[in-house]
């Protein structure tokens, strides 16, 4: 199986402000990432798929780079409604699997 | 609207069976392959499997192929997990999702609890 490590583990950070997550792959995913938004108490709804491709409806504050083994996902200009874990997953290859997860909060 | 609503769920001894289901809507739920994601209590997420539109093929985590079954009725436009022998481990929220852009879970249901318990 694929392991994703994703970091950090929680975050906190400024209205306004960029904040940008990391995850790592073990293998080369050629860049079948997908990083996922889940608000408290809802499901997860998917931002950014092929690493940097934005999901419908998604506002255009977030973004996803990287290649390889190495990706991020950066948001700009830091709302309230931005509070929510994600998450990163590799679909590249079977299993698909999970990153651990980031909490992120504002400060 | 994509819609997925799932059911099922609930308390259930170790070592019984469960099926849950996920009713599709908004969409020709017979053009997309689907999947079964869950997330335990401690927000780990982990991919159970999925199934292609047709129902001829499925793929599950290696881990779990020897007791879930992924199926569906597209004339009813429902999903399936059927769970057996559950263990304390499998407590977790189950999600049903659906394909979008190339991968299996880009639209998600609202989840359903399951908890194995005596």
């Known amino acids: 199986d694929i392991q994703m490590t994703q970091s950090p583990a929680s975050l906190s950070a400024s209205l306004g402000e960029t904040v940008t997550i990391e995850c790592r792959a073990s293998?080369?995913?050629?860049?079948?990432l997908a990083w996922y938004q889940q608000k408290p108490g809802k499901s997860p709804q998917l931002l950014i798929y092929?690493?940097?491709s934005l999901h419908t409806g998604v506002p255009s504050r977030f973004s996803g780079s990287g290649s390889g083994t190495q990706y991020s996902l950066k948001i700009n200009s830091l709302q309230s409604e931005d509070v929510a874990s994600y998450f990163c997953?590799?679909?590249?290859?079977?299993?698909?699997?999970f990153g651990s997860g980031t909490k992120l909060e504002i400060k | 609207e994509v819609q997925l609503v799932e059911s099922g769920g609930g308390l259930v001894q170790p070592g019984a069976s469960l099926k849950l289901s996920c009713v599709a809507s908004?969409?020709?739920?017979?053009?997309?392959?689907m999947s079964w994601v869950r997330q335990t209590p401690g927000k780990t997420m982990e991919w159970i499997g999925d199934i292609k539109y047709d129902g001829s093929y499925t793929n599950y985590a290696p881990s779990l192929k020897n007791r879930f079954t992924i199926s569906r009725d597209n004339a009813k436009s429902t999903l399936y997990l059927q769970m057996s022998n559950v263990r304390s481990e499998d407590t977790a929220t189950y999600y049903c999702?659906?394909?979008?852009?190339?991968?299996?879970?880009?639209?998600w249901g609202q989840g359903v609890m399951v908890t194995v318990s005596s």
């Open positions: 999702t659906r394909g979008s852009m190339g991968i299996t879970t880009g639209y």
């Open positions: 293998e080369d995913i050629y860049n079948g």
């Open positions: 997953q590799q679909y590249y290859n079977y299993p698909l699997t």
């Open positions: 092929n690493a940097n």
């Open positions: 908004g969409f020709t739920f017979s053009d997309y392959w």
